[in-house]
């Protein structure tokens, strides 16, 4: 199946640095990626989802300056948490999809923990 | 806005035993997939349901998508320790252009050996 790996998989930092995710398709383009958090025991909820080559979409409630996706290509989205604080702290993931198909690739999820 | 709930939220079964997941949407879908998430690990994509009253079967799991194509099914026959994860299933809106993947609240399964 499709791989999608997803960097670093876990941070800790103090509260006020930025944090960058990074989510690669390894062997297949991805048109369309996901951003979603994932509380502790909950179900993952969509922050975003990005194009490579235009903005990202945010679902309502989400920051986009809070946020910031960049998908400069078709096999790399990051996402950057700017600003860190405590209550940010969560399990990030991402997800790829390849043209029409209605399949997403996920990443192994980023942990993480600002102190 | 679309919801998908699942239940129950926990299972606890007896190794060897039947497992039964149910998914249920405020809204009809084009599609339902399936995922299992183990402990500690991302979603891993099982099945994507697409017809109408379509039964799909993988070894001892076995996925329904109901006639309205608002709800559907996971059962797993025979439980085994392997089989210790949370399951969720995930739909897409019957909307023209809508990519979006709505995720049910999950079911947590763990195993008595």
């Known amino acids: 199946g499709a791989v999608v790996s997803q960097h670093p998989s876990r941070v800790i930092c103090k509260s006020g640095t930025s944090v960058k995710i990074e989510c690669r398709s390894l062997?297949?383009?991805?048109?369309?990626m996901f951003w979603y958090r994932q509380f502790p025991k909950k179900s993952l909820m969509l922050m975003a989802t990005?194009?490579?080559?235009?903005?990202?979409?945010?679902e309502q409630g989400v920051e986009k300056d809070k946020f910031l996706i960049n998908h400069a290509s078709l096999t790399l989205s990051t996402l950057t948490v700017t600003s860190a604080h405590p209550e940010d702290s969560s399990f990030y993931i991402c997800?790829?999809?390849?043209?029409?198909?209605?399949?997403?690739?996920f990443g192994a999820g980023t942990r993480l923990s600002v102190l | 806005g679309q919801q998908v709930m699942q239940i129950p939220q926990y299972q606890h079964v007896q190794e060897g035993e039947d497992f039964t997941t149910y998914c249920n949407s405020s809204?009809?879908?084009?599609?339902i997939q399936w995922y299992k998430q183990r402990p500690g690990g991302h979603p891993v994509f099982l099945i994507q349901?697409?017809?109408?009253?379509e039964v799909k079967k993988q070894k001892r799991l076995t996925f329904q998508f109901g006639e309205a194509k608002k709800n559907s099914s996971l059962h797993i026959t025979a439980t085994q320790t392997t089989d210790v994860g949370t399951y969720f299933c995930?739909?897409?809106?019957?909307?023209?252009?809508?990519?979006?993947?709505?995720f049910g609240t999950g079911t947590r399964l763990t195993i008595i050996p």
């Open positions: 990005s194009n490579e080559g235009s903005k990202a979409t945010y």
């Open positions: 995930a739909g897409h809106q019957r909307a023209v252009g809508n990519e979006k993947l709505t």
């Open positions: 997800s790829a999809r390849s043209g029409p198909v209605n399949i997403q690739y």
């Open positions: 349901l697409v017809k109408s009253g």
């Open positions: 062997d297949f383009q991805a048109t369309t």
């Open positions: 809204t009809t879908l084009s599609n």
